[in-house]
């Protein structure tokens, strides 16, 4: 793996851990304006972004390690079919977005969790920017699709996919149990 290892931990602490092999090759960085970036923050006690963004690392499940408090990592989802959020228990840091099946190996990191994002690179994307008509619209999503596309294959093709912190791969499920936000939880974060 090219790169440098870059620690993280959650706002207190005790959940750490490292990506391994981070560069602006192995990942793209990107902000995300969506409103569902948004209501997790709120969700899990986090400073409202809003009117700023979300920053985020894509890269792949199998660059994720986790190093102390594994047993504070929590999971929890703003529907049925939504990203899984993974977040520290302790603090409730919002930390990892991961799709709901590990066969797409994708893994979003909170940036602002790691004591110096330099090795990540510059945000190349912006999701969900509000446009000057008020419609939202994307900016470099076309990097996002390839740099998803040219991580996910070869970690299909080599198996790779199988190494992931988030799931148990015999079962396929989330190592935690996934909350699901309720309509009435979601209503009150959209106030």
Not at 10 to 20: E, F, V
Not at 43 to 61: E, F, M
Request: glycine residues 8%; positive net charge.
């Amino acid at each position: 793996m090219a790169g440098v290892d870059l620690a993280f931990a959650c706002d207190c602490g005790k959940l750490r851990g490292t990506l391994l092999g981070v560069s602006p090759k192995n990942g793209t960085r990107a902000e995300c304006f969506c409103h569902d970036c948004r209501a997790a923050e709120l969700y899990a006690g986090q400073p409202d972004p809003a009117p700023g963004a979300v920053q985020v690392y894509q890269t792949s499940p199998d660059r994720v390690r986790f190093d102390v408090g594994e047993d504070q990592l929590a999971v929890f989802s703003l529907s049925e079919k939504g990203l899984l959020r993974w977040q520290a228990r302790c603090c409730g840091a919002v930390l990892f977005n991961t799709m709901r099946t590990p066969k797409v190996p994708f893994a979003s990191f909170r940036t602002d969790r790691a004591a110096d994002a330099s090795p990540l690179g510059p945000v190349i994307a912006r999701a969900f920017v509000r446009k000057a008509n008020g419609k939202r619209g994307h900016e470099g999503a076309r990097h996002m699709i390839l740099g998803l596309l040219m991580r996910a294959l070869p970690r299909r093709i080599t198996g790779r996919w199988k190494q992931t912190p988030f799931f148990d791969i015999a079962s396929g499920a989330p190592v935690r149990d996934v909350h699901v936000v309720t309509a009435a939880e979601r209503a009150a974060l959209e106030n």
